[in-house]
T-cell receptor
Framework: GAGVSQSPRYKVAKRGQDVALRCDPISGHVSLFWYQQALGQGPEFLTYFQNEAQLDKSGLPSDRFFAERPEGSVSTLKIQRTQQEDSAVYLC????????????FGPGTRLTVL | AQSVTQLDSHVSVSEGTPVLLRCNYSSSYSPSLFWYVQHPNKGLQLLLKYTSAATLVKGINGFEAEFKKSETSFHLTKPSAHMSDAAEYFCVVSGYTSGTYKYIFGTGTRLKVLA
């Protein structure tokens, strides 16, 4: 079956622009996660949804970052007024049950802010 | 609090020789532990996971890991490296913090396989 997909795969933005990154989880998966992976680092947790409820957003680095999952399926991570330090790979993962279950990752979106 | 330390940022082995990637963890609770592999421009792929059953866990592509509570370690091994094993490997602990379970990643080990 289809895995987790993300779009776009690559995004170049000028500093100050808003961007929206999309994640399509595995069909039927309850939980959805967003991570930020800086160059040469391990992924870092940003936020977690269980169905449409955002249960944890403790990893969002600033109020410029916003995530939603309105119908409990597709999710969008939005970054407003992008800064150079936002340049990273943004990974989405989904799991069939709770946050304790195995997570399945998408290929990521590489964001470059000029 | 949970944390994970990957002791080597880079490991080089010759094709056909054993692989050892080291990981130590810290967890206040009984942890779930994972190893993921990341090939260039590809998503993270699960190699194996430990969830308090057998301490020796077998994964895909001939990899295995042993959970040692006394040493707080979860090292990844493979008897014979293949060229296709060259990639970045991440050790992950799933722990309960700030009200939910979270994945906490190590900083990764880049495995190089020499012909």
């Amino acid at each position: 079956g289809a895995g987790v997909s993300q779009s776009p795969r690559y995004k170049v933005a000028k500093r100050g622009q808003d961007v929206a990154l999309r994640c399509d989880p595995i069909s039927g998966h309850v939980s959805l996660f967003w991570y930020q992976q800086a160059l040469g680092q391990g992924p870092e947790f940003l936020t977690y949804f269980q169905n449409e409820a955002q249960l944890d957003k403790s990893g969002l680095p600033s109020d410029r970052f916003f995530a939603e999952r309105p119908e409990g399926s597709v999710s969008t991570l939005k970054i407003q007024r992008t800064q150079q330090e936002d340049s990273a790979v943004y990974l989405c993962a989904s799991s069939p049950g709770t946050a304790r279950d195995t997570q399945y990752f998408g290929p990521g979106t590489r964001l470059t802010v000029l | 609090a949970q944390s994970v330390t990957q002791l080597d940022s880079h490991v080089s082995v010759s094709e056909g020789t054993p692989v050892l990637l080291r990981c130590n963890y810290s967890s206040s609770y009984s942890p779930s532990l994972f190893w993921y592999v990341q090939h260039p421009n590809k998503g993270l792929q699960l190699l194996l996971k430990y969830t308090s059953a057998a301490t020796l866990v077998k994964g895909i592509n001939g990899f295995e890991a042993e959970f040692k509570k006394s040493e707080t370690s979860f090292h990844l091994t493979k008897p014979s490296a293949h060229m296709s094993d060259a990639a970045e490997y991440f050790c992950v602990v799933s722990g309960y913090t700030s009200g939910t379970y979270k994945y906490i990643f190590g900083t990764g080990t880049r495995l190089k396989v020499l012909a």
